[in-house]
């Protein structure tokens, strides 16, 4: 007990001391990130999420299983700009129906409650594919449509990503996300890649979760770097 406290206290400074998803449509679902994993029957997580600076986001969320194929949740998420001078919210509902064999359908409907953000549609299709009894990989390939994604004059944005991913036992998983985005009409101006090293432990029904997101490609709008820390339980 006395490791596992010091273990999440020193992730926890990690945190405070120094990650927003560059490109929006990535934050737009009802978990915290890609994760194929089956929801717990009833779970809550809470997380921080920091670029070095004054911008902030805490997202905190709600998920279950419905049954063996449906799973459920929502996620709040709270923007702080400059200090808390000025703040943002949004509100993500999910679904999740389950095919077998590691794929599975999402449909997250995203609402902007400021006055100036807009609404979202996003359908996902993911996969998780073991390669061996320690190592994985998931893909997703995403599609969001309205201007909560687009921007007012944009068709369709596309995301496609990969998480190679280490098991050490039930307790330890390292792993690497890497995704690639860009809107239908502008991807010259809008294509981002970001590459994500994560690093996940579990702690009984807890679950801890760093990630180092790192912005590559164009100077304009994809060279920023982010650090979270996320939370999440099983009640």
Known sequence: MKISRIVLFALACV??????????????????????RPSPKFAAGVGMRSDFGSNVLFPVNIMGSLSNDFDLGAKVDMYTYNQLDNMEASVDFGGRYRLGGGSFFELDGYFGLNRNNGSAVVLTYGKEHFVAKNF???????AGFLDGVTGEDGYVKI????????????????????NASGSAGYLRDDFMVDIIPKIEL????????????????????????????YVQTAL
């Open 159 to 178: 995301a496609l990503g990969s998480s190679p991913t280490l098991h050490f036992g039930k307790v330890f998983r390292c792993m690497i996300e890497i």
């Open 202 to 229: 579990s702690f009984g029904a807890t679950r801890v979760r760093v990630d180092f997101d790192i912005g590559i490609l164009q100077e304009d709008n994809n060279d920023q770097k982010n650090i979270g820390l």
């Open 15 to 36: 945190c405070v001391q120094n990650a927003f998803a560059l490109d929006r449509i990535w934050n737009m679902r009802y978990t915290f990130g890609p994760d194929a």
């Open 136 to 142: 994985s990989n998931s893909y997703e390939a995403r």
